[in-house]
């Protein structure tokens, strides 16, 4: 839940908001997704110059990408964080209410935070002093070290 918006943005609102330029079709988004998942509705950023295919998205990139709207960036990994930050101060994220679901098995340590929505798998162990944020998921047999921070 932590990458779906708590209202929609369009890509001209975010770009102005960075002072910077779109390429392509106004397009919104609600949802934050890596570029190898991005679709319709999402936001994401390219430095690799690799181009997505077909998936109609909004990315933040330093050239133009065939079938999404672009927000030209000469630095895409900076301004994606400066957009993440505007997204926060102007409307933030879903906030996931859901309490955690743990298997009977899993092992717990000392002084752990675990955070809403997250979800641990049968078999897996938690270190002293875990934090684990909201929305994470946890597979089976899973070992995580002392003092780690997941999400």
Do not use: Y
């Amino acid at each position: 839940m932590k990458n779906v918006l708590a209202q929609t943005f369009s890509s001209d609102s975010l770009a102005e908001a960075l002072g910077l330029k779109t390429e392509g079709k106004l397009n919104e988004f609600s949802k934050i997704l890596p570029l190898s998942l991005a679709g319709p509705g999402a936001l994401t950023f390219s430095t690799s110059g690799k181009k997505p295919l077909e998936n109609n998205c909004v990315v933040i990139a330093e050239n133009p990408i065939q079938n999404c709207t672009t927000i030209i960036s000469k630095n895409p990994r900076l301004d994606f964080a400066r957009a993440l930050l505007w997204i926060e101060k102007k409307s933030g994220f879903q906030k996931c209410g859901a309490d955690p679901a743990i298997h009977p098995s899993v092992e717990i340590g000392k002084n752990v935070v675990i955070g809403r929505g997250v979800r641990i798998g049968a078999g897996t162990k938690i270190a002293h002093g875990v934090i684990i944020g909201d929305g994470v998921v946890i597979g089976e047999d899973c070992n995580i070290k002392s003092l780690a921070v997941i999400g």
